[in-house]
């Protein structure tokens, strides 16, 4: 874990926060292209949405994870109503001076050590509850770091945006020069 700051705590998971899983949500139940409320699952492509429906299991902030799969490990912030499936952990908060977002992103540094990687990886319920982070007694510093790390989040999403749309420019330039249509300079 390294050094951290004397003012600070190490907890467990489990000493910190609620520990539970979604429920079984099918693909065909998402089909409705309307609904609003999202249902977070194991990927990590999207934010880890994977659909959406017309209900909503949970309100508020939580901190979702990959429970199974090559992601299994990476958690995420989440603060609406929304839904979760069977392979998405959930941790709800259940101290006053604990940020969840701030929870979120300091267990996203050390999650990857507790994977089991025999097979398919898994990061369980179990697993996830003896999880040690370093915690900060102030939520104010706190939200302070959670709103650093954010800020870089967004930056980082805008380029991982820009670059999607280069890409998709690039692949069209290449069609365009390979089927010899005429080619539009930018």
């Not at 908060?93 to 540094?109: I, M, Q, R, S």
């Not at 398919?120 to 790390?149: F, G, V």
């Amino acid at each position: 874990m390294g050094r951290i700051p004397v003012e600070w705590d190490v907890k467990k998971v489990a000493e910190i926060c609620e520990i539970s899983r979604g429920r079984v949500i099918s693909k065909k139940t998402m089909e409705v292209s309307d609904d609003i409320y999202p249902v977070y699952s194991s990927q990590t492509l999207n934010n880890g949405c994977m659909g959406y429906i017309d209900t909503y299991d949970y309100e508020g902030e939580y901190v979702t994870w990959t429970t199974d799969g090559v992601n299994a490990g990476k958690t995420f912030y989440r603060n609406e109503k929304f839904n979760a499936t069977n392979i998405c952990g959930l941790l709800k908060v259940k101290l006053d001076f604990v940020d969840a977002a701030f929870v979120a992103y300091t267990l996203d540094t050390f999650t990857d050590k507790y994977v089991v990687r025999n097979g398919n990886p898994k990061l369980m319920s179990n697993i996830m509850a003896i999880i040690p982070i370093p915690i900060s007694l102030d939520i104010d510093e706190q939200r302070k770091i959670s709103k650093n790390i954010q800020s870089f989040d967004t930056v980082i999403n805008q380029y991982q945006d820009q670059k999607t749309d280069y890409i998709q420019l690039k692949d069209g330039l290449i069609q365009q020069l390979l089927t010899d249509k005429e080619i539009v300079t930018i």
